[in-house]
């Protein structure tokens, strides 16, 4: 069942949109940077060759639901939405 958000996720002003498939090393400190610069009722997406699943607890402690589609293989969306 998607989330009330993802309804809404194309109308956003995106805060910001990441894509980690030519990132070498570990993308998990600037992504929590980010994170941390989102103001509630905003999201971030981001661009993975794989579903990122550490990261999912990760954000959640952050105050973000987030939701994956897979577009293509090797290809995931992953939108996080901060809650208010």
Known sequence: MAKD?????DSFE???IIDARD???NFLPMIKEKAAE??????LHIIQSFKPI???GVMKKLG?????EKIAKGEYHIY???ME
């Not at 989102?38 to 999201?43: A, E, F, I, L, M």
């Open 80 to 82: 996080f939405f901060k």
């Open 64 to 68: 973000f639901e987030y939701e994956t």
């Open 14 to 16: 995106v805060f910001d």
């Open 23 to 25: 990132l070498a090393g």
């Open 54 to 56: 550490p990261l999912y």
């Open 38 to 43: 989102t103001p509630p009722g905003q999201g």
């Open 5 to 9: 958000w993802m309804m809404e996720k």
